[in-house]
């Protein structure tokens, strides 16, 4: 590896919104896979979830750059919503690879219930030739279920590296996997309780639930009567 490989972690998702899980995860995977940035990118469209629930992109990209204004290293991208159409992580990759030459080394980091939905992705085996995937907080049996999709779906060569604690394979990316410490926050619950007009507090950071606050994000909408405009 040369000196002038730039090693990025790469953290997509929903954000909606972020929370204390995403980030702290973001932490640790830096730290033990010596990377020299994180960079967030939110889905502008996210192919595979239900649109009604997830709140306007700029909210979103918004929250996430004010979780991690505090922390350097961690950055925010908005591409996704620089291009038309559903948000593919393909197409991310393929662009940094593009604005960043030879020298990217990315590693995309997500939890393993993503990546045993990774064959539903947009043109999901040629992800393993554009990064290094890092799965966080393996569960028992998770990394053999792993190596059984790899092998099956993408090349009967992928086996286990107990000194990697990755799967490796002549000619495609590993996929490491690294445990986590497990925060039992999802956005999920954050939703629903912001709904029941519950407290979120030290679920996000502060500057994440002022700007909840602020915009009335997540809110019950206001029942229009009769005779009534908004």
């Not at 979103?60 to 992580?89: H, L, W």
């Not at 393929?94 to 604005?99: F, I, K, N, S, V």
């Not at 009967?156 to 590993?174: E, F, H, I, M």
Request: aromatic letters at 10%; proline letters at 7%; one cysteine or more.
């Amino acid at each position: 590896m040369g000196s002038s490989t730039f090693r990025l972690g790469l953290f997509g998702g929903t954000f909606n919104p972020i929370h204390f899980g995403h980030l702290r995860a973001a932490e640790e995977i830096a730290e033990l896979m010596e990377l020299a940035e994180v960079l967030f990118i939110p889905a502008a469209q996210p192919p595979h979830k239900d649109p009604t629930p997830v709140v306007d992109f700029t909210h979103r990209f918004n929250m996430t750059q004010a979780a991690i204004k505090d922390r350097p290293g961690f950055s925010v991208s908005d591409m996704e919503a620089q291009r038309e159409g559903p948000s593919y992580t393909v197409d991310s990759l393929r662009q940094l690879h593009q604005e960043y030459g030879d020298r990217l080394d990315p590693y995309f980091i997500l939890g393993q219930e993503a990546f045993m939905e990774i064959p539903a992705w947009k043109e999901f085996k040629k992800l393993f030739d554009l990064t290094q995937i890092v799965v966080i907080n393996r569960p028992q049996n998770a990394s053999e279920k792993a190596g059984r999709l790899l092998k099956k779906m993408i090349s009967s060569k992928y086996s286990w590296d107990a000194d990697l604690k990755a799967y490796t394979c002549p000619g495609k990316k590993n996929v490491f996997y690294r445990d986590v410490t497990r925060l039992e926050i999802s956005s999920t619950n954050i939703r629903a309780r912001l709904l029941q007009g519950e407290s979120i507090r030290f679920l996000v950071p502060d500057p994440v639930r002022e700007y909840i606050e602020k915009n009335g994000l997540y809110q019950k909408p206001a029942v229009i009567g009769k005779g009534q405009t908004s």
